[in-house]
């Protein structure tokens, strides 16, 4: 029979307080997935200086007193995030770069590097939005619904995501595509160019 003194004592803990004891500085170097997807604030918070693999933080809202690793050699989630203010990303990222809840580009900067995919499918607009020059992954944008200011990488080794493009005004197409090319909410293809290269399927609003 399981001891009702056990919810008990987890109701009463402070979980945060946990994770600083346990993330205190001592731990420099992580070698598998780390999962902090249960921590609600970064404050007072001292992350591995290296992580071999992924690092979870999907219930984080805000970058305040995050300071993440140099570079991560896996998947990087911070998928509740609504805002980049303070946020500083590694210079490099092997793997995937997941930012689905914020809506603004504003303060953003990302890694000039990212070997994996970004999920940036909150952004309605490109503004202020600075794509890596290479994309090796994905890139998905499926909230975008304007090209403006919209500057996307020369040659991109995945599949792209615009699902929510009404127009083509602005947009300018990467030279190549290795991978899909979705525009499923074009009203007109007019004026759409598109890549010179491309080794996937087109999605087109039919």
Known sequence: ???PRID???SSRDIHCDYKHIFDGTITKFEGYLNLSGLKSAEGIVLPKEIKGGLYLNSLTSAEGLVLPKEIKGDLYLNRLT???GLVLPKEIKGDLYLNSITSAEDLVLPKEIKGCLYLNGLTNAEGLVLPNKMNGWLSLKSLTSAKEL????????YLYLNSLTSTKGLVLPKEIKGDLQLNS???AEGLVLPQVMNGY?????
């Open 1 to 3: 029979e399981k001891d």
């Open 8 to 10: 008990e004592i987890k």
């Open 83 to 85: 805002s980049a203010e």
């Open 151 to 158: 500057v996307l990488p020369q040659v991109m080794n995945g």
């Open 186 to 188: 074009l009203t007109s």
């Open 202 to 206: 087109l999605y087109l609003n039919s």
